[in-house]
């Protein structure tokens, strides 16, 4: 049977709308953008705890007395993991998604409710939206939106949009059919109907659709973060990546606190404005069973709790002051100016990374570094939204990257090299010293050959032509997972003395830590070797020259690259900052030759700050 074309097909229609409809995409992009900026401006313009005391009011005010102690705990919590602010971007984004989804969604299902044959057309799109995996999403929203929030909101909100649709429909439908006759009967008009009868009656089983669709939007809130969302999604992204539990524990945490507030406020939201849930809390307060810890204040009381918050935190100066003076540095080239740095998890580009992050806030630049798959890094910097990454490695194994988007990049040179790509092997497993002695033992090694991301370009390296090469297809399966995982397969494997084959490449600080034997490679089907280069979009460079001119001239030996790898592996996850700042001061000098300053400039900047 024919193979039906359809990815094709779909790819066409894509690069369709990318060319044809760009206008559109961009006019969207600028209005999510805004909507998240004001949004999180509004959440991260108070101290934190000041802002959780208000979070906690309204708990208070919608649940009761116990529900706001554990919220204003849940958020004291979130603060004192230092995860604030990706928590209010993570809150940010999930309530732009929402509002958007619910502008959407509302008016499909009371059409869909009042009209079979729009519920018979909507449902089947409904299904597909709500059984597509959603990851699938992040690529066309990626290819739309660029990297970012505005990708992140548009896959959200596209994966939350269902039950906002199907949860209207169903609380419409299941109005008593009476009382909409009785309605009609005295006159009231279709729009008067819905407006109320009909919408006031569904309200809990639209705040229910509500509901779902922000805890929707809060699952999706971690895959969202593959595409350079940051918030809490973000951690747990970076986390997976370097295989750090604890980052994940935290940032997963903060995850649920965020889950279990808006799920709580919103079912007792439902409650509190719809007719019946009104109803019952007057019957309650009237009874006098209401408990103390069960105690809702009035709105008023509500509002008067929120405004002294407000009050006592200004007369500490919670809100701090709103003037900033910038520290004047020699050498301040920068001058705040902003500078996005993409990577991969791979160690030569942490290492290098934060370097070069370090390197130019010593110079004055505000930096920012987002960890990605090698594909969303690299269409990251082919749209502009990166502007450089320091782990290109050309010309064999990012090649089908610089294929693709080699016309949208400016390459500002090799800064290491020739590096190797290798399977390597315990020094223990005997017999086993070239990629032909893999034949024919699939058994040792149960068949499998640990890998990186499959991103990654040795990974197809590997796959389509390394193991074609040797004759090993359908022997070996190759693993795909992370560079992390892979590390912790190879040291649980070290330690128990199994035999293991893992994919890596040199240099790398693992052939320090374990004694390991690289495989020959006779038919170089790896290839010559790589060099290392940086990689920026189109124009960075002559935007800004000095920082081209000094990632231009940017080298490392093996011996300085170990080392700083080294210190870094010894400092821990999390501490990357630190851990350069050390090997700088152990390399005096280093700073000044990286990234060298005029010296009538320095001199003119230093007078200045004098």
């Known amino acids: 049977m024919p193979r039906l074309q359809l990815g094709d097909w779909v790819d066409d229609g894509v690069n369709w709308l990318v060319d044809h409809m760009s206008w559109l995409f961009d006019a969207i992009k600028t209005v999510v953008e805004g909507m998240y900026d004001g949004i999180n401006t509004v959440l991260t313009a108070p101290e934190p705890l000041l802002l959780a005391g208000i979070l906690a009011v309204l708990a208070w005010w919608l649940r009761g007395l116990v529900a706001g102690a554990l919220a204003f705990a849940g958020f004291a919590l979130i603060d004192s993991l230092d995860l604030w602010d990706r928590a209010m971007s993570t809150l940010s984004l999930v309530l732009v998604a929402t509002v958007i989804a619910l502008v959407i969604s509302v008016p499909i299902g009371i059409w869909a409710a009042r009209s079979k044959a729009v519920s018979t057309a ?15 999403l992040l690529i066309p929203a990626i290819l739309f939106f660029g990297m970012g929030v505005p990708a992140g909101v548009v896959a959200t909100l596209i994966f939350a949009l269902a039950p906002g649709v199907r949860m209207t429909e169903l609380g419409i439908r299941q109005v008593d059919a009476d009382l909409v006759e009785a309605a009609e009967a005295f006159g009231t008009t279709p729009r008067n109907t819905l407006l109320r009868v009909q919408l006031p009656l569904a309200l809990p089983t639209i705040m229910a659709g509500v509901n779902q669709v922000i805890m929707l939007g809060l699952s999706m809130v971690v895959i969202a973060g593959m595409v350079g969302t940051g918030g809490l999604g973000g951690a747990v992204n970076e986390a997976i990546g370097q295989l750090d539990i604890g980052l994940g524990f935290e940032a997963g945490l903060g995850i649920v606190v965020l889950a279990i507030y808006l799920d709580r406020v919103t079912g007792a939201l439902g409650a509190q404005i719809s007719p019946l849930g009104r109803r019952a809390a007057a019957k309650a307060r009237a009874a006098g069973t209401t408990k103390a810890w069960n105690y809702r204040p009035r709105p008023s009381v509500a509002v008067a709790g929120v405004a002294i918050l407000a009050l006592v935190a200004g007369g500490m100066g919670v809100f701090g002051s709103t003037s900033r003076t910038a520290e004047a540095t020699a050498g301040n080239i920068g001058q705040g100016k902003k500078i996005s740095i993409g990577y991969i998890p791979w160690d030569e580009g942490i290492a290098s990374t934060y370097l070069w992050k370090e390197l130019l806030e010593q110079r004055g630049f505000d930096v920012t ?9 690299y269409t990251g910097l082919a749209t502009g939204q990166i502007d450089f990454q320091t782990d290109s490695w050309l010309p064999v194994t990012h090649a089908e990257y610089w294929k693709k988007y080699g016309k949208q990049l400016d390459d500002l040179g090799k800064w290491y090299g020739p590096t190797s790509l290798e399977i390597s092997v315990p020094s223990y497993v005997k017999g086993v010293e070239s990629m032909e002695d893999l034949k024919g033992k699939a058994s040792t090694f149960k068949g499998k050959i640990i890998g990186i991301e499959p991103s990654a370009g040795m990974m197809g390296l590997l796959k389509d032509k390394v193991l074609k090469e040797y004759g090993l297809e359908g022997e070996y399966e190759v693993v795909d997972g992370s560079t992390p995982a892979m590390l912790a397969e190879l040291k649980r494997a070290y330690a128990k ?21 690289k495989l020959k490679d006779p038919k170089v089907a790896w290839g010559e070797g790589d060099g290392v280069h940086t990689l920026s979009r189109k124009g960075f460079a002559k935007e800004n020259p000095e920082v081209g001119r000094w990632l231009e ?12 790898e080294a210190q870094i592996q010894k400092a821990g996850k999390g501490k990357e900052p630190e851990a350069v700042r050390t090997w700088l001061k152990e390399n005096p000098g280093l700073v000044d030759k990286l990234v060298p300053v005029a010296e009538s400039q320095g001199k003119s900047e230093a007078a200045a700050a004098e």
């Open 122 to 136: 909507v449902r089947p799109v409904l299904d597909l939206l709500q059984t597509m995996p959603s990851m699938v």
């Open 369 to 377: 570094t987002t960890q990605y798959t090698a594909g969303p890094l």
């Open 497 to 517: 003395k199994e035999p293991i084959a893992v994919t890596l490449w040199s240099p790398h600080w693992a052939y320090s830590d374990f004694d390991l034997t």
């Open 553 to 564: 001239d940017f080298s490392m030996t093996e011996e300085q690259l170990t080392g700083l």
